[in-house]
């Protein structure tokens, strides 16, 4: 009788070290949690942002304002008529703003 008590602390003991050390343990599962979460979070912002590029690809395809936007901001394209003023700050006068 007295090893069989034994026996059963012994599976016990590892029973509860398995239960928050072992695979699948409390800890474990808590750390798989956050986890998903985390993906879970990058995913959406992934999802997102694939949106966003297929309607600028949508744009980009029906509407010639999105191509003329990005040709005036990008490479600084202008069109027929217009005129093109730059303005240039006089060295030194950067430091002067801060």
Same mark, same amino acid.
């Given at each position: 009788m007295k090893w069989l008590s034994v026996a059963l602390v012994l599976v016990l003991i590892y029973l509860q070290f398995r239960l928050w050390a072992g695979d699948g343990s409390f800890a474990e599962v808590v750390r798989l949690q956050k986890q998903i979460e985390q993906q879970e979070s990058? #995913?959406?912002n992934l999802r997102e942002r694939n949106r966003m590029?297929?309607?600028?690809?949508h744009e980009l395809k029906t509407g010639m304002e999105t191509i003329e936007e990005r040709a005036r901001s990008e490479m600084g394209m #202008?069109?027929?008529g217009e005129?093109?003023?730059m303005v240039v700050e006089k060295p030194g006068a950067a430091d002067k703003k801060e």
């Amino acid at each position: 009788m007295k090893w069989l008590s034994v026996a059963l602390v012994l599976v016990l003991i590892y029973l509860q070290f398995r239960l928050w050390a072992g695979d699948g343990s409390f800890a474990e599962v808590v750390r798989l949690q956050k986890q998903i979460e985390q993906q879970e979070s990058e #995913i959406q912002n992934l999802r997102e942002r694939n949106r966003m590029l297929a309607l600028e690809v949508h744009e980009l395809k029906t509407g010639m304002e999105t191509i003329e936007e990005r040709a005036r901001s990008e490479m600084g394209m #202008i069109k027929d008529g217009e005129t093109f003023y730059m303005v240039v700050e006089k060295p030194g006068a950067a430091d002067k703003k801060e």
